[in-house]
């Protein structure tokens, strides 16, 4: 006897490219579809990038079940569930954030200085502003003999004519 409900197809993702896997199949899902998963380290390795995933697939109008941990998104007790994840998952960015700003602080306290060393000494850069000033070489041939873009160079002109303003000379 024919059934009027339509049926549905399962897919299975292995390992091998799985982030690749995970979007075809993202592509193929139709509003009232429900995506199963044995359990949620399969399908995100992140709570944020669970939640942004399960996000999406609200968009779409397909629910998402998890076998092991017995979530089902398709009723009020497993939405109920969801925004308790989300929660910790903002909880958990906020204290990242917070303890990252409190070790920078504490690292420039100890005189530490994030960012790239500078490609240039103190003395290659005074000798390249005097060169180029003096017109010994242009602003390209000062980047070519001391090895950086010519962005740096002419950043580092800026600087100089910056700083000499202020100074007032």
């Known amino acids: 006897m024919p059934s009027d409900t339509p049926q549905r ?11 690749t896997k995970l979007h075809r199949l993202l592509d193929t899902l139709r509003p009232g579809d429900v995506l199963v998963v044995w359990k949620l380290d399969r399908l995100s390795r992140s709570l944020k990038d669970l939640l942004t995933l399960l ?25 109920m569930l969801l925004q308790m994840l989300g929660a910790f998952a903002e909880f958990e ?40 000033r003096e017109e010994r070489y242009t602003m390209a041939q000062a980047a070519r003999l001391f090895g ?12 100089v004519h910056v700083a000499e303003t202020a100074r007032g000379s």
């Open 9 to 19: 197809q399962t897919r299975r993702i292995s390992n091998g490219d799985a982030v």
């Open 55 to 79: 996000e999406r697939l609200d968009g779409l109008d397909v629910g998402f079940r998890s076998l092991t941990e017995h979530i089902d998104t398709t009723t009020p007790a497993g939405r």
């Open 93 to 132: 960015r906020e204290m990242v954030w917070e303890r990252t700003r409190e070790g920078l602080a504490a690292a420039r306290a100890d005189g530490r200085v994030g960012g790239r060393k500078p490609k240039l000494s103190q003395t290659q850069r005074d000798e390249l502003v005097r060169g180029v």
């Open 148 to 159: 950086v873009h010519p962005a740096t160079v002419s950043r580092l002109m800026s600087q």
